[in-house]
C-alpha cells in the first residue's frame, strides 16, 4: 500500500444541526467515506399519518426472545422520507 493510497481528501463540507439541541455542527465529510466533527448515529423514517393508521389496522402478532414476550407490528408503514440524526460533541459525551 502506497502512502498516496492513505491520503484523505475533503470531498465536501455540511453544515447539520444536532438532534437533541439544535446546536449547528460543522462536518467534514472525505473520499473515503469517513467523516469528522459530529457523531452520525441512522436515519429516521418519517412517515403520514395515514400510512401509521394502515400499520396499525393491521394490527400485531406475539414474538418470544430470550424468554420476553414482544407485540410486533404485521406490517410497517411506509416512509416518504428519512432525517439524519447526528449528535454534537457536547451531547454525545454527556451521557
Given at each position: 500500500m502506497k502512502l498516496k493510497?492513505?491520503?484523505k481528501t475533503i470531498k465536501k463540507r455540511e453544515v447539520k444541526s444536532c438532534s437533541l439541541c439544535?446546536?449547528?455542527?460543522n462536518v467534514i465529510i472525505y473520499s473515503d467515506k469517513s467523516y469528522r466533527g459530529g457523531h452520525y448515529f441512522f436515519d429516521i423514517p418519517i412517515c403520514t399519518d395515514k400510512e401509521w393508521s394502515k400499520a396499525i389496522k393491521?394490527?400485531?402478532?406475539k414474538w418470544k426472545f430470550g424468554g420476553d414476550e414482544f407485540n410486533v407490528m404485521k406490517k410497517e408503514p411506509k416512509a416518504y422520507k428519512f432525517d439524519e440524526y447526528w449528535e454534537c460533541p457536547t451531547c454525545y459525551w454527556r451521557g
Open positions: 493510497d492513505l491520503e439544535g446546536k449547528a455542527i393491521a394490527g400485531t402478532r
